[in-house]
């Protein structure tokens, strides 16, 4: 633990420790994570967790480090879904080989994921009826919006807002609602029109372009 700590540290990378299989399999199923530590063969059911976890919809494609301690074969651990694997004791030179690989996939995941805050206005049609709201965040996944007036959205529903630029673009996508609080609901694209996607894409690239060169000058913002 100690070393992961020290290793992790020294590339910039958050880490969050969760000392049991449940736990680490209930934070993988509220949020996504760029990548994974897990102790297989020392912490009970922890093959289970990475199992869960590489199946989990948020963190199919996050970067898994399995541990080993000679009971789980390496096979086993790739099977599974480990990316890298490590044995018991580990050594820091393995570890941080692997960082300088894990790390740039680990950077693409957090951008993938990555929710750019956006005032934008936005329109939300469900059964017919269509109400405005406003996004709050964006990804290239889904976005969050005020759900003022939008009380009766749930399930499926169909959105459609403007991409900045100098010449305007509409994006709309079949969405789902997935989650609603107070005053907000996160809404996952589902099928994105043919005629929109590309724009949407450039726009998000050019925000990612913006969000690049902030990271180039702060401390990575992987999480682990």
């Given at each position: 633990m100690k070393?992961?700590?020290?290793?992790?540290?020294?590339?910039n990378v958050r880490l969050e420790v969760r000392t049991d299989a449940a736990s680490a399999i209930e934070l993988a199923r509220r949020r996504h994570i760029d990548g994974f530590v897990i102790d297989c063969d020392d912490v009970h059911l922890a093959t289970d967790a990475l199992i869960a976890i590489r199946n989990s919809r948020s963190n199919k494609l996050s970067v898994i480090f399995a541990v080993l301690n000679g009971k789980t074969s390496i096979d086993a651990a790739v099977e599974a879904g480990a990316n890298?694997?490590?044995?018991?004791?580990?050594?820091?030179?393995?570890?941080?080989?692997h960082l300088e690989v894990a790390i740039p996939k680990m950077e693409?995941?957090?951008?993938?994921y990555f929710r750019h805050k956006i005032d934008l206005p936005i329109a939300v049609t469900c059964a017919g009826e269509t109400s405005v709201g406003k996004i709050m965040n964006v990804s290239e996944?889904?976005?969050?919006?005020?759900?003022?007036?939008?009380d009766a959205a749930e399930g499926m529903v169909t959105v459609q807002f403007e991409l900045p630029g100098v010449t305007a673009q509409i994006?709309?996508?079949?969405?789902?609602?997935?989650?609603?609080?107070a005053s907000t609901i996160g809404?996952?694209?589902?099928r994105i029109e043919a005629g929109s996607?590309?724009?949407?894409?450039?726009?998000?690239?050019?925000?990612?372009?913006?969000?690049?060169?902030?990271e180039s000058i702060q401390p990575s913002n992987a999480n682990v």
């Open positions: 070393l992961v700590r020290e290793s992790l540290g020294a590339a890298f694997v490590l044995a018991k004791p580990v050594r820091e030179t393995l570890l941080r080989s693409r995941e957090h951008r993938r996944g889904g976005v969050a919006l005020t759900h003022h007036g939008l994006f709309r996508a079949r969405s789902e609602v997935v989650w609603r609080d809404v996952r694209f589902l996607r590309r724009s949407f894409e450039a726009w998000l690239e050019s925000l990612e372009g913006q969000l690049l060169l902030r």
